[in-house]
């Protein structure tokens, strides 16, 4: 997320600045503060502009920076930037809700051994605590650290889809993946198509409107069948969209036990396991926005999906 240097500079940024006397503040070298304002302007949490030969700086307007404000002016006798550095924004994330250190490693990527180097001198310092099952939580007053890892991460995901576009809506969100709208298209590599254009992928020609849909993520470069459901869901949880993705488990050989890990995922968990059920008991159960088992087997015929 950020450097211990990128929030020493960020906490220390009060108005607008030159960078010679952020250096000077920083104690530290006028080449280095260049490259820290250079980074931090790269993620939109800086502004900068030249005035005769000398360069300004201010912070811009992100949430981000009023919740690292807030926080480090109400303790102002913690070490921020030195707790704050590394892995320990990517686990604070996660901490939205108590969550156990194998559920941190799961989720932020990163090894248990790292979830506890990041967390202990937090712990050390009554920001977080243990519960009696042995998950971490923050304690009262400072919930709002795992916001502002939230809202650092959302204004980096800002940043970068408006490198290719203004126009959009990011409709999921996680520490390094998000899931936009958008009516432009988006070439890059990291932006990769899904929604109902994808369908045709699997001979399933959905009628697509003038929406473009993107998973960005720097891994991921196919999507699965399943992962495709569960944008799907999260696209458009109607109906319509429901019956489409039940021609796609229907259609493909899908894992359930991937499908059903990425719903969690996607927070479309429920909406998945009404789909099986559905499909398992040949429609006998079904919610009010599932058809009537007759229709979806003519929808079915209609695609030549055999169900």
């Known amino acids: ?151 650092l991460a959302h204004h980096i995901h800002r940043q970068t889809v408006e490198q290719h576009t203004d126009t959009y809506t990011i409709l999921w969100e996680s520490l390094d993946e998000f899931l936009v709208q958008t009516v432009d298209e988006i070439t890059d590599d990291n932006f990769v198509p899904t929604g109902p254009e994808r369908f045709q992928t699997y001979d399933l020609p959905l009628l697509a409107r003038d929406r473009r849909y993107y998973l960005y993520s720097e891994t991921a470069s196919e999507l699965s069948p399943a992962t495709l459901c569960c944008h799907m869901l999260v696209i458009d949880s109607g109906a319509r969209a429901q019956s489409y993705c039940l021609l796609l488990v229907s259609h493909v050989d899908i894992d359930r036990n991937e499908l059903r890990d990425q719903a969690v995922t996607y927070g479309v968990d429920e909406l998945v396991e009404d789909l099986l059920t559905y499909l398992d008991t040949s429609g006998e159960q079904r919610t009010s926005r599932l058809p009537e088992w007759e229709e979806f087997q003519e929808l079915a015929a209609d695609y030549g999906v055999a169900v």
């Open 1 to 151: 997320m950020l450097t211990e240097g990128e929030i020493r500079a960020l906490t220390a940024l009060h108005g607008e600045q030159t960078v010679s006397e952020l250096a000077t503040q920083l104690d530290r070298s006028l080449s280095y503060t260049s490259e820290l304002v250079d980074r931090l302007e790269a993620t939109g949490l800086v502004e900068t502009h030249r005035h005769g030969k000398t360069k300004q700086v201010r912070p811009s307007d992100a949430k981000a920076l009023e919740l690292l404000a807030d926080i480090t002016q109400a303790y102002s006798h913690i070490e921020w930037p030195e707790l704050l550095s590394g892995a320990t924004l990517r686990v604070l994330y996660y901490l939205d809700t108590p969550r156990a250190a194998t559920d941190l490693a799961r989720r932020a990527d990163v090894h248990r051994s790292t979830v506890h180097r990041a967390l202990d001198p937090l712990q050390h310092r009554g920001i977080i605590y243990q519960t009696d099952d042995d998950a971490y939580a923050l304690n009262e007053g400072f919930e709002q650290l795992s916001t502002l890892a939230r809202e």
